[in-house]
């Protein structure tokens, strides 16, 4: 039989592939998801990341562009291949995957996806296309925002190449989570993306004889409609998760006995808290978000903290529990009563902050 070379991967469909993924607030566990431990975190809808794909009119032409909302020019190159090779050769810290914009977000999870899906044959290669990529996600305040943004174009991705919805959604988290720990060397919890990636709020369990045996932890689905009113306060772009969670990360390593003590008291937190979810216990889950908090302040000291640490103290003052739902500069709560916006908003803004109802 006469061999014939490989072409690429045609779709016939739309003419564009669009994918949003809403922000992620994590509401108890964190940050034990990490070290075995288990976590809930469910998905906000006031904030999200979109990714437009227009494949090429011209099958034949493998060129792509990228636009970003936070750059003026278009960045192109003549297919995917010759970016996977010059990103390859300047390394993460080079011109394309340097800096701290969305560039580096953004040109990272394609070149992910090049090595990871079509080099390794998992998925054919296909024609060119013209990425749009936008997001309204506050930065580095512990929304999930890069893995919103990874997450989204994944997905438009996946679409394009002719795979739609087959890769499972831990998989898709985990392709996701190697953009920034294999491609941009930086630190990510593991609970970040999953609900992302599963467009749901989760429960999620990392011990370690699954994290370890399979390689992705137990994730039960939950109802956000049985959470009370919550609220949410951010200031501007605060320390990169990854900075913060590599100050606990030798500590684990050596079993530090408090750290090891605290983690599972975390962990042992999320799994009461989805017990008070399910029940309708309101108060219950307010006492065991602040405790989370409290044991944060515990694991990381209040100057790591920063900023949040004060405002968490603000919020508490006025009546309301509070944590934080990731690593930066951001702090939930339950709605204590129809006034609490009213009453917080004023005393948020003289620090420069922004408070907003949840939409969950």
């Known amino acids: 039989m006469a061999e014939y070379p490989l072409r690429p991967y045609m779709p016939r469909g739309p003419s564009a592939i669009f994918a949003s993924i809403p922000a992620r607030v994590g509401l108890l566990g964190n940050p034990s998801d990490n070290y075995h431990g288990r976590c809930i975190s469910a998905l906000v809808r006031n904030w999200r990341a979109i990714a437009r794909l227009y494949p090429h009119d011209n099958r034949w032409d493998l060129s792509v562009s990228v636009d970003l909302d936070d750059e003026d020019g278009t960045l192109e190159f003549n297919s995917m291949q010759a970016l996977a090779d010059v990103t390859e050769s300047d390394g993460a810290e080079g011109e394309l995957l340097g800096g701290s914009g969305m560039r580096r977000i953004a040109l990272g999870c394609l070149v992910r996806f090049q090595h990871e899906c079509v080099e390794s044959g998992f998925c054919p290669a296909a024609g060119g296309y013209r990425l749009e990529v936008s997001t309204d996600i506050p930065r580095q305040v512990g929304l999930a925002g890069s893995s ?9 991705l996946l679409t394009h190449h002719g795979l739609g919805t087959s890769l ?5 988290a985990d392709l996701v989570l190697g953009v920034e720990t294999e491609v941009l060397s930086m630190g990510g919890g593991l609970q970040d993306r999953l609900p992302q990636a599963y467009n749901q709020m989760l429960y999620m369990d990392f011990r370690k004889d699954l994290m370890e045996g399979r390689g992705w932890g137990e994730y039960t689905q939950m109802d956000p409609s ?7 306060a951010y200031g501007d ?3 990169p998760s990854g900075e913060i969670l590599s ?6 390593e050596g079993r530090e006995d408090e750290m090891t003590a605290i ?7 999320a799994l009461l808290g989805k017990n008070a979810i399910e029940t309708g216990d309101s108060a219950g889950f307010s006492s065991l978000m602040d405790r989370n908090f409290d044991l944060r302040t515990e694991l990381y000291g209040e100057e790591l903290l920063g900023k949040s640490f004060e405002m968490v103290n603000l919020a508490r003052s006025m009546g309301s529990s ?10 939930i709560g339950v709605i204590p009563d129809d006034a609490f916006i009213e009453r917080a908003g ?12 949840l939409e969950v």
């Open 148 to 156: 919103a943004i990874e997450t989204a174009i994944t997905r438009a």
């Open 263 to 269: 983690i599972e008291q975390l962990a042992d937190i």
């Open 346 to 357: 004023p005393a948020f803004e003289e620090h420069g902050w922004s408070l907003v109802a």
């Open 237 to 239: 772009v605060g320390m």
């Open 322 to 331: 509070a944590k934080q739902p990731g690593s930066g500069g951001a702090i």
């Open 226 to 232: 049985s959470l009370p009113p919550m609220w949410l």
């Open 168 to 172: 499972p959604p831990h998989a898709i």
């Open 247 to 252: 100050q606990v990360s030798s500590r684990w």
